[in-house]
């Protein structure tokens, strides 16, 4: 669904499973700080929230977006987190440079979604100028740290479950 009908930050609290019990891991990229820092927050401030204790709550900051995908992957294999949401911010430029990064990274994420037994959660701002980018972390659309957080939950319980 378009964000444009969306709000990020709009969810149904009686909706979500218990995250008490859940360690989840964050990969942040530094490129484009003013927004992945605001991602972050949001990330951070709705698995509290919702009951992720801060203590398992792991923040890790890569340069740039490219570097999630490989900051994702040692999170993964290094600490026991049920989840790895990924925020970074691309915006549009003068050349092709946004396409590959993008592709890259949405590549890399889906890779390691089939690799991994967690789910990797894809939070990658791709917007075409830095007014969607301030609109989509905290802005008059949501913050989508908030919407990658609540979609981790809802993705730890799914691997959860028993499916018998």
């Known amino acids: 669904m378009a964000t444009k009908y969306h709000h990020l930050s ?28 605001k991602l972050m927050e949001g990330a951070r401030s709705t698995l509290i ?3 992720v204790s801060p203590e398992n709550i792991l923040i890790r900051w ?3 977006s490219f570097e999630l995908v490989y900051g994702a992957k040692l999170l993964a294999r290094k600490s026991e987190v049920d989840a790895v949401i990924v925020l970074g911010c691309v915006i549009r430029g ?9 592709s890259g990274v949405t590549q890399g994420i889906t890779a390691l979604n089939l690799q ?6 894809f939070g990658l701002l791709t917007n075409n100028t830095m007014q969607q980018s301030i609109d989509r972390a905290g802005g008059v659309l949501g913050n ?6 609540i979609t981790a939950i809802r993705m730890i319980a799914l691997n959860n479950e028993n499916f018998r």
């Not at 709009?10 to 820092?37: F, H, Q």
């Not at 989508?144 to 957080?149: F, V």
């Open 144 to 149: 989508k740290g908030d919407e990658a957080a």
């Open 10 to 37: 709009d969810y149904d609290p009686t909706s979500i499973p218990d995250a008490s019990a859940m360690k989840v891991g964050i990969v942040v990229a530094e490129w484009n700080y003013d927004i992945t820092s």
């Open 49 to 51: 929230k919702n009951g």
């Open 62 to 64: 890569v340069p740039g």
């Open 116 to 121: 991994f037994e967690i789910p990797f959660i």
């Open 94 to 102: 003068e050349t092709p440079h946004f396409e590959y990064i993008c």
